[in-house]
Nanobody
């Protein structure tokens, strides 16, 4: 499956942004979809994941309560709604697909396909 992340940009603290992850090439609902991010000078980290039927989600502690993951299988697209953004959210955001039949995971090594990343900059 090919993944295309989009929706990044420059926003001010407190603003909202919605990222999209468009998939092509395979049946979208065969995959759990995760979002990860890499801030400047830091390692890539887990942000959120949604399972293949949309019934289970998980968030990192740093975004819980501010970010919401969702998916629209009819559009082969997953979303990450980000509210109340802070400068600490500045990073390149990546979406990834996990084809395993097991439950969702936060472990990057378990993801088989990755999008190219979209930059989110939060600055006043």
């Amino acid at each position: 499956v090919q993944l295309q992340a989009s929706g990044g940009g420059l926003v001010q603290p407190g603003d909202s942004l919605r990222l999209s992850c468009a998939a092509s090439g395979h049946t979208f609902n065969n995959y759990h979809i995760g979002w990860f991010r890499q801030a400047p000078g830091k390692e890539r980290e887990f942000v959120s994941v949604i399972n293949r039927n949309g019934g289970s989600e998980q968030y990192s502690d740093s975004v819980k309560g501010r970010f919401t993951i969702s998916r629209d299988d009819a559009k082969n697209t997953a979303y990450l709604q980000m509210n109340n953004l802070t400068p600490e959210d500045t990073a390149v955001y990546y979406c990834a697909a996990d084809r395993r039949s097991f439950g969702i995971t936060t472990a990057q090594v378990m993801y088989d396909y990755w999008g190219q990343g979209t930059l989110v900059t939060v600055s006043s």
